[in-house]
């Protein structure tokens, strides 16, 4: 019998068009996919939505503690691919009970926020950004806008100062990208969470890092500096993409641009519809095999590392959806599934975030046009996040506006 070669997914081929490289795959191999991560090393591809829902829904089988891995003999100093598998006491890596605990506080701390008073921040921070670019007639949407409005409205609701939000956005921007600074910028976001704990030891206000330290649960100073952390990662990228992409298919699709500004109540399915077709979220490292097992007709051994294939799952021809019902089928799983799926309330937040954004500019910047071909938008070159390099656009120049 012939083996089966593995998939070697990565590489800036993957950016070009995942969906294609996904049904590839699919069709090649199946449900659960060989493939071989930076440097050949061996992993699984779960592709398949039946396959990812199990996977997700069973942590006795399929778990967190990267500890696990059977390949950590192999791994290069410096793989590039550490800052996603190296284990550290986080309410990612935790399981059981203890993520639990960690979760549960997070969600608690999450949902005290009043919705009404998440939105008018949302609107503010939005209306903060387009002022700077406003008058200019010009600007680029995902590195003025989609990846920093985000972080202002965490920055608001994690209790810190106005002045301190440049600084952190550019470190934990430089800090999510593979390249030589991005262990110092990580750094200085850990340094300056831990001053905020600190500080709101000493001063505690109406703010997520002081719901915490007070939380009957007793986390100590050093698991809600990492947890803080872990929500600052796990709202910035996805919520910043999830906003740039649809307002990209709002420039480039006239179907889903007609949908977008049909009135408020259809951004919201506009917003589903993109999670469908461009997730933000595309893969996850992942899940490690607690015992051997079968999945999807594969051999799966103890200790193998597993990507989910959020994306892929989500187009899965067994279960997506029709065109017509993206909008409102909220089946899939850009937020994960099970007990290491998005903490509530963090979806829902996320939503208000980018629906705000989304309907703030355009009440902003009605008349919203690209500026280049759409052939030369470029996408990154992630197997992780779906989201765009920049978004360049131009509109008739308005005047800056101040909401409260």
């Keep these: 019998m012939i083996a089966e070669e593995p998939v070697r997914l990565y590489g800036t081929h993957i950016a070009a068009d995942p969906a294609e490289l996904y049904e590839e795959i699919r069709s090649r191999h199946g449900s659960v996919a060989p493939i071989l991560l930076d440097d050949d090393v061996p992993a699984w591809f779960v592709l398949g939505y039946r396959e990812v829902h199990h996977v997700t829904a069973n942590p006795q089988l399929f778990a967190r503690d990267s500890r696990r891995w059977n390949q950590w003999p192999n791994i290069p100093?410096?793989?590039?691919?550490?800052?996603?598998?190296?284990?550290?006491?986080?309410?990612?890596?935790?399981?059981?009970?203890?993520?639990?605990r960690r979760a549960g506080a997070i969600g608690d701390a999450l949902d005290v926020i009043d919705r009404t008073e998440l939105t008018s921040i949302c609107e503010r921070a939005s209306d903060l950004l387009i002022d700077t670019f406003a008058g200019n007639g010009e600007a680029d949407l995902v590195a003025q806008y989609a990846t920093i409005m985000p972080l202002y409205v965490l920055a608001k609701i994690f209790g810190l100062p106005d002045a301190d939000v440049p600084v952190l956005v550019q470190d934990i921007a430089e800090s999510l990208d593979v390249g030589e600074g991005a262990a110092d910028a990580y750094g200085r976001v850990q340094a300056r969470m831990q001053r905020l704990v600190k500080e709101k030891h000493e001063q505690p206000g109406?703010?997520?890092p002081s719901r915490l330290l007070t939380h009957p649960t007793g986390l100590t100073e050093e698991e809600i500096v990492i947890d803080l952390l872990v929500v600052l990662a796990a709202a910035q990228a996805p919520t910043g993409n999830w906003i740039g992409n649809a307002l990209r298919l709002m420039l480039i699709d006239d179907d889903f641009s007609v949908s977008l500004q049909g009135g408020r109540s259809s951004v919201a399915q506009a917003l589903n519809e993109v999670l469908w077709k461009d997730t933000p979220t595309q893969n996850f490292i992942g899940r490690w095999a607690v015992h051997d097992c079968e999945l999807g007709g594969r051999r799966i051994r103890r200790g193998d590392l597993l990507v989910l294939g959020f994306a892929a799952a989500n187009r899965d021809p067994q279960v997506r959806p029709s065109f017509h019902d993206t909008g409102t089928n909220r089946a899939h799983m850009s937020f994960g599934h099970g007990e290491h799926g998005c903490t509530y309330p963090g979806p829902e937040m996320g939503e208000i975030m980018a629906k705000t954004a989304v309907e703030v500019l355009l009440d902003r910047l009605p008349d919203v046009r690209l500026a280049v071909d759409v052939k030369e938008l470029q996408w990154r070159p992630s197997l992780w996040m779906r989201g765009l390099f920049a978004l360049p656009v131009t509109f008739t120049p308005t005047t800056r506006v101040s909401r409260g």
Excluded: I, T
């Design 77 to 100: 100093e410096g793989w590039p691919l550490l800052p996603y598998v190296g284990w550290n006491p986080s309410v990612m890596f935790a399981e059981g009970a203890e993520h639990q």
């Design 206 to 208: 109406p703010d997520v």
